[in-house]
């Protein structure tokens, strides 16, 4: 294979590599449906609507918050946040994806991005943020979480980020 051969197909497949790595490539209709979903979550989050927020998690959903709280199945997940709801009632998360990568074939999805959350306790303004990762599984033609875990990453109010959990 004469050298000038080999070097342009190297310098293919790099421009092939940053194209894709770049997020240059086409969004799939199962990435558009997952961020669809995360959109509505955030939504439901924001509007402190807890049937809107269990509507996205499959019935054994389960999480680990920031805050190493763990929640089994979808009925524990839901009364965790109707009690986050009623303790903070200005409490906000928003969930980012950043990449999220399908397995068409076997119906699961991975979505990794940044979590930012706020809320006011006792005259304090607390805000966190991290980076988090969710299991999405197809479900009857549609997209549902499995599984979520979050990492806090920053922390700012004295009182809530003085005491690891």
Known sequence: MPVITFVR???????????FAGGAHAESADEMAIRAAR???????????????????????SSVTSANVQSSGRDAARARFAQNFASRPDISYVRSPAVIT??????????????????????EVTKIGGIYLAKWK????????????????TCSGKSYCAKAP
């Not at 197909?9 to 194209?19: E, K, P």
């Not at 959109?39 to 959903?61: F, Q």
């Open 9 to 19: 197909g190297i310098l293919i497949q790099i421009a092939v590599a940053a194209i």
């Open 39 to 61: 959109d509505a979550s955030n939504r439901a989050i924001a509007a402190h609507d807890l049937d809107g927020v269990a509507s996205v998690w499959l019935p054994e959903y």
């Open 102 to 123: 399908v397995n068409t074939a076997w119906g699961h999805a991975g979505e990794n991005g940044r979590f930012t959350g706020s809320w006011t306790q006792d005259g």
């Open 138 to 153: 197809k479900t009857d033609g549609r997209w549902m979480l499995l599984a979520e875990m979050f990492v806090q990453t």
